[in-house]
């Protein structure tokens, strides 16, 4: 650890052996330079109640893929701004894992409206996975517009995750079989749809229903 | 060299220097004692077993010695038991009361009944156990991921005898994760899982999304 | 010739032990694995050198210690604050140690000298100076010839630090007879070394 990490440490950390802990899960696998600015942004998360572990995640990711320390800490500095959208998108009180996996669903496209609209469906429940559904049909080549409609759908009637997960796996296979990503998800979401209780319909997108309300042309259970 | 050591009464105070030196944790290990530890936390029921053996007393030191070796047969059978218990669970042997079995990708996770108050279940919950299986040749492969500190030393895969299969089980948190195998050194992707493109670092990488029933 | 001087009996040192505060082993009961990842960053290196220091084959540190800290977070919930949280985990330390003791001993052949158990040791890994090497070496050779009741005691007061007091607890030795035990160490390692370095 080089001087101006430990001044960097001893002015900005506002708990020592919390900072320890990351700075040994880094463990001396970045540069110097690299590590103060990760330290830094690490720092900022702390401060700004944001989880850091994903930072430090991703730092070490680059350090593993042998990526330049000027490229990795772009990549952590990205983060941070997302992590930070990403809270904000899934508030009240987002988790650390739903926020995590928020800001990974931003950087595949997704809007935050999107992130409030799974939010409002699933209120007290974490939608990490939804959300990583969410990303997975996207990078399959699933327009974001359709991935938020198709699984804000399924979320409001009553998918869980499992579920969500089984059918991202039958897109993928479709994909791979030839299909087009769209026309893929949008025969699976109907496989699903049709063993899911009845309640829900489909909804226009951006219509982030607030907890306990009906969306618009959904009928009553 | 006898100078150097100075008078008798001070060798063992410089003997006692060279013990109490502190081996470094390498990295990775942390991570893997940790993994382990988590790994059998959710499987374990068992009860307390860690008074493996009673202290030793010189006095009758051959009557211990006797004692002591059926204590480690006890132990030994008690061992395998763990030992056996400590194994991923495949679908087939799935336990009736809840255990139940979602493909991911090219992983498998296998979710365990967590037996404990229920803050501790709920955290011990929310990480499941997941298979990861590589299939070739190698002489070793690691698995590396978001969830081990991308450490190459902290989850080495192991060979099932006599075949090209390679597995290791680890609890992960549920959601989406990207991972990599790393065989013989070299950064290889799980072909039986769907890729994750990387906008950070231009490598890519496999994804699995980790749930619960 | 010299006679020998008299020898005084080693100053009680209890060098500086980490300690782990009740909140982050609370958490680690519940099931917190960060708050055991502390736990065993904490105490890591004290349990391999401990475990270097008790083992017949010093190879089976690197699992015993593991294998300690998967029976420390498996007993977790049984824990109790009254104990002393480091005199706790030593005790299944010691337990993994000497069981790996036992077990290495059946499977050595019979007529294994001390010579051949000693080549198992590693001396730490000291990337200069020879002298300091040869001289780690020595002083595990010589340690590994103490029997392991007497060396784990000598173990636990001279390089952990514990009390006599805590290591009655930890073992269920008598005071005295812990007492007794280092001395016996202490003489041999003494001895040993003195005879070692003096020709």
């Known amino acids: 650890m080089t001087i101006r990490t430990l001044v960097f440490l001893a002015l900005f950390a506002p708990s020592g052996r919390v900072v320890a802990q990351d700075t040994a899960r880094l463990g001396g696998r970045l540069d110097s330079a690299t590590q103060v600015i990760v330290m830094r942004s690490v720092d900022s998360a702390r401060t700004r109640g944001l989880p850091v572990e994903p930072l430090v995640d991703k730092a070490l990711e680059g350090a593993t893929k042998r990526a ?67 990303t997975q049909l996207v990078a399959s080549g699933v327009s974001v517009a359709r991935a938020t409609r198709a699984v804000a759908d399924l979320l409001r009637r009553g998918a869980r995750d499992e579920q969500l997960i089984a059918l991202n796996e039958d897109v993928r296979s479709y994909v791979a079989a030839g299909a087009s990503p769209e026309a893929a998800l949008d025969v699976r979401a109907r496989g699903l749809t049709a063993v899911l209780p009845p309640g829900g319909g489909s909804a226009v997108l951006g219509d982030a229903a607030a907890p306990g309300t009906q969306s618009a042309g959904s009928k009553k259970p | 060299m006898a100078e150097r050591r100075g008078e008798p009464g001070e060798i063992v105070e410089r003997a006692l220097e060279s013990l109490r030196a502190l081996p470094p944790a390498g990295t990775g290990t942390i991570a893997r004692i940790v993994a382990s530890a988590a790994r059998v936390r959710a499987v374990d029921t068992s009860p307390n077993d860690d008074d493996l053996l009673p202290f030793a007393s010189p006095r009758w030191p051959r009557w211990w010695a006797l004692a002591s070796l059926a204590a480690a047969a006890v132990i030994g059978v008690l061992f395998v038991g763990v030992w056996k218990s400590m194994q991923p669970r495949t679908a087939s042997s799935a336990d009736a009361d809840a255990a139940s079995t979602i493909a991911a990708g ?108 | 010739m010299r006679s020998s001087p008299s020898v005084s009996p080693l100053p009680d040192r209890e060098p500086a032990r980490p300690t782990v505060d009740s909140t982050l082993v609370n958490r680690a009961k519940l099931g917190d694995i960060q708050a055991f990842e502390v736990i065993v960053e904490r105490y890591y290196s004290r349990c391999m050198r401990f475990a270097q220091g008790m083992l ?44 790996a003791n036992l077990l290495q001993q059946r499977h050595e052949s019979a007529d294994v000298s001390d010579d051949s158990v000693l080549q198992t040791l590693h001396s730490p890994d000291r990337p200069d100076a020879t002298f300091d090497q040869e001289w780690g070496d020595d002083v595990r050779r010589a340690l590994a010839e103490v029997p392991e009741y007497n060396r784990e005691i000598f173990l636990l007061h001279y390089v952990e630090g514990f009390s006599y007091e805590e290591i009655e607890r930890i073992t269920g030795v008598r005071q005295s007879a812990l007492k007794m035990r280092v001395k016996r160490a202490s003489d041999h390692l003494r001895a040993r070394l003195t005879r070692r370095y003096r020709g």
């Open chain 1, 68 to 134: 330049a320390g000027p490229r990795i800490q772009a990549a952590v500095s990205a983060l941070l701004r997302r992590l930070e959208l990403a809270r904000d998108a899934l508030a009240p009180n987002p988790g650390p894992r739903d926020i995590a996996a928020g800001a990974d669903a931003l950087a595949y496209g997704a809007t935050r409206e999107a992130l409030t609209a799974m939010r409002a469906i699933r209120p007290n429940e974490s939608v990490a996975v939804p959300l990583g559904v969410l």
């Open chain 2, 106 to 213: 090219g992983a498998r996770s296998t979710v365990v009944p967590i037996m404990g108050s229920r803050e501790a279940a709920d955290a011990a919950a929310a990480l499941i156990p997941t298979q990861f299986v590589f299939d070739g040749r190698a002489r070793r492969v690691a698995l590396v991921g978001d969830f081990n500190n991308w450490d190459d030393r902290a989850t080495p895969l192991e060979r099932e005898p006599a075949s090209t299969l390679w597995s290791v089980t680890l609890p992960i948190q549920r959601g989406r994760h990207i991972y990599a195998f790393l065989v013989d050194s070299t950064w290889t992707v799980d072909k039986r899982a769907p890729v994750a493109r990387d906008p950070d670092f231009g490598v890519t990488g496999s994804v699995i999304i980790v749930g619960r029933p």
């Open chain 3, 56 to 99: 017949r084959d010093t190879t089976d540190a690197d699992d015993v210690v593991q294998e300690t800290f998967v029976r420390l977070y498996r007993a977790l919930p049984r824990y109790e604050e009254r104990q002393r949280f480091d005199s706790w985990l030593f005790r299944i330390l010691g337990n993994c140690c000497r069981t």
